[in-house]
């Protein structure tokens, strides 16, 4: 079975500085998905990015970088310089690798971050 | 573009009254979703279709959940009859053809049932 395990329930910044939210994943597949999702107070799910396992290259994106490492079942989530804006829970997901037609996410529990002037 | 529609936004009801929720996925989609939110069991996945049909019902949690999507541009979630632990947010979510599983969520029904 699947399963994703956000362990940093709650993480308090001060405005500018980085942080880094953890992600740590379990899957038999050889081959799969990772995603994070922002939530904002609103209550909406963002999508912010998908990952295949065959590319452990780390992405940046403006002020957000991830860092997928397949020896450790990680893939975690860097904002640099946080705003207040950053404000939200971010949940990271697991899905088989696409084969023509979707398949589900699992997610984990959420990191909530909260982020202050 | 629009994206993915839900109603009712937010809904009260009384425990054993029916409640349904509807969705439209984004044109074009091939792949629906309805998931849970909790505070106790975080956002789990309720059941999700196909090209309209249902894939995977495991996550429903009982009888009085049930789905149904009669058309490539609709889906309803009902429960009959409600509980107040029925009380969460209920996503929709949809998927297009080649997106690699990326799924686009609505904005959420807010349902309380007391």
Redesign the interface.
């Known amino acids: 079975a699947q399963k994703v395990t956000q362990a940093q329930t709650e993480i308090s910044v001060v405005e500018k500085e980085d942080v880094t939210l953890d992600c740590v994943y379990e899957t038999r597949d050889t081959t799969y998905?990772l995603?994070w999702?922002k939530q904002p107070p609103?209550?909406?799910?963002?999508?912010l990015i998908?990952r295949?396992s065959f590319d452990e290259q780390n992405e940046i994106s403006g002020r957000y970088s991830w860092n997928f490492q397949k020896s450790t079942s990680s893939f975690n989530f860097t904002i640099t310089a946080s705003q207040v804006v950053d404000s939200a829970v971010y949940?990271c997901a697991l899905?088989?690798l696409?084969t023509?037609?979707?398949?589900?996410?699992?997610?984990?529990?959420?990191t909530r971050l909260q982020v202050t002037l | 573009d629009a994206g993915v529609i839900q109603s009712p936004r937010h809904e009260v009801t009384e425990m054993g009254q029916e409640v349904t929720l509807r969705c439209k996925p984004i044109s074009g989609h091939?792949?629906l979703?309805w998931y849970r939110q909790t505070m106790m069991r975080?956002?789990e996945?309720l059941i999700?279709f196909?090209?309209n049909v249902p894939?995977?019902d495991s996550g429903m949690p009982e009888d009085r959940f049930s789905a149904k999507m009669p058309n490539a541009s609709f889906s309803t979630l009902k429960i009959q009859p409600s509980e107040p632990r029925d009380s969460a947010?209920y996503?929709c979510?949809s998927?297009p053809?080649?997106?690699?599983?990326?799924?686009?969520?609505?904005?959420?029904s807010?349902l309380t049932v007391v």
């Open positions: 998905y995603f999702y609103s209550g909406e799910l963002v999508f998908r295949n949940f899905s088989d696409y023509g037609t979707a398949s589900k996410l699992t997610f984990g529990t959420g | 091939n792949s979703f975080g956002l996945l999700y196909n090209n894939i995977d947010v996503f979510a998927s053809p080649g997106a690699g599983n990326t799924i686009y969520f609505g904005e959420g807010w």
